[in-house]
């Protein structure tokens, strides 16, 4: 899209759009979660005005990049079409439908007993009624009086209630799940031990479930439910109980679950907190490991497709630099692949004929990268071979940060194409530092193809899969 002029008030505009507003007059269904909307497609995203959030890999923003982000947008396409673009759709503004005042956070009505929670969590759940009684005990799980939900009660270092997350017991279809308005994040439910051990949640019904399966010595250990992959409860946690060393993540065994490792992991050591260690369920979370058990079948659980899918893409390159390191003059076939490529992607989008030759030449821009780098650290006199350069990349590879659509990943490899070649173009003898920068460059670009390629599979086969779906539905009828 040609350069497009925006004043401040229509990008001030464009960027204070009601996403509630925009995803309904869009056709898709949003879901009420406290002060927040839940959207059902991307169920870890949550719009509240004109911002937005996506818990699962813990990024957000206001209205323009949200459209960037979902819909594949650049920024100027984006601003059109939050002014409405050539349809004249007129979206409403957050000022227009500004959320009410918050709420004082209040625990609801306690029921005059327990008996339908307790049947749930005991014959549906399998969770051990021992276990049950004694969080009801200490007041952090009772049954509300109006729609006999559990409540999962959070404190504060002080026993008061700060946090409650309810849990609906009706087992046919999609059972109510939700946070108490007030609500604070950081108090959600746990329980604090006084070993240098803490065991991390997505939910309340997971950590009850892990501490039925493992129930050795459970009260001297710490845990915590986050109420989703957010940290803000774990470091509260670390915060108040310093003797807390030892973190355990027991997130649930699917895509976001391993994302949220990953982040979790990185937001720890930033905190020094090094003695970090993965548990996975056997099944999607430890609720199906419980089911299992006692035999119920159990939902599986899932590995995440990028995860899976670049060793593969890596074990590929190997054999294509193999194939091209005979090659005199790699540089100019980078060059060459990267002239090839810009036509076939220069409206951010491929099409599917086109499909197989812009992975060929995100491939070869790959290989070509990995091979001047190690031509590089020849001249450095730090030789290195091919197969380390692979796992270095494998090694700075992080899949909470592989986010974005192809618009943005084609515009990464534009910039590292850019810069590589201002620096290659220069003239003059380049020293050890400029050497290092040009090699960090080619490492990048080889990771910005790899993630791209990566992109181009996924999207590929998820279109694929869909239009089988779509065949077998009017094969059926």
Known sequence: MAYVYFTDEQKHQANTVDLVDFLQRQGEQLVRSGREWRWKRYDSVTVRGNEWFR??????????????????MSFPEAVCFLLGGESGVEWNQTEKSAPPPRKAFALPEENYDMRRVFAYLIKQRFIDREII?????????YEDSQYHNAVFVGMDENSIPRHAHKRGIYTKGDSYKGNVEGSDPK?????????????VFEAPVDMLSFITLYPRDWQEHSYVALDGVT??????????????????????????????????????????????TVLQSINKDWNEDLKA??????????????ITLF??????????????????????????????????????????????????????MAACSLLLTKELCRQMEHPVTTDKLMKK??????????????????EDIRGDMTELNQII???????????KQLGGLYLRLALNCIRTEMFIELEFQTLQQKQEKEANMRFSM
């Open 55 to 72: 818990h699962s890999r813990k990024e957000g923003g206001c209205a323009i990049d949200f459209v960037q982000q979902f819909y594949d």
């Open 425 to 435: 173009d220069t003239f003059g003898i380049r020293t050890e530092t400029d050497q």
């Open 187 to 199: 108090f959600s439910f746990h329980w604090s031990g006084n070993s240098d051990r803490i065991y």
């Open 231 to 276: 940290e803000h409860a774990l470091l509260q946690q670390l915060r108040q109980n310093t003797q807390l060393r030892k973190v355990f993540l027991c997130l649930d065994h699917d895509a976001a679950g391993i994302e949220a490792n990953v982040r979790l992991k990185d937001i720890l050591s930033e905190n020094d907190y090094i003695d970090v």
């Open 133 to 141: 009684s004694f969080f009801a005990h200490e007041k952090l799980i």
């Open 293 to 306: 058990k006692n035999g119920m079948p159990p939902i599986p659980s899932e590995e995440h497709p990028k």
């Open 393 to 410: 990349l494998q090694t700075n590879y992080s899949v909470h940060k592989d986010r974005g659509g192809l618009r943005s990943r084609l």
């Open 311 to 364: 060793p593969q893409v890596c074990a590929k390159l190997l054999v294509l630099c193999e194939k091209i390191s005979l090659s005199r003059n790699i540089r100019y076939l980078l060059k060459d692949t990267y002239q090839a490529l810009e036509p076939m992607v220069s409206g951010g989008k491929i099409m599917p004929e086109n499909k197989e030759s812009v992975r060929e030449c995100i491939e070869y």
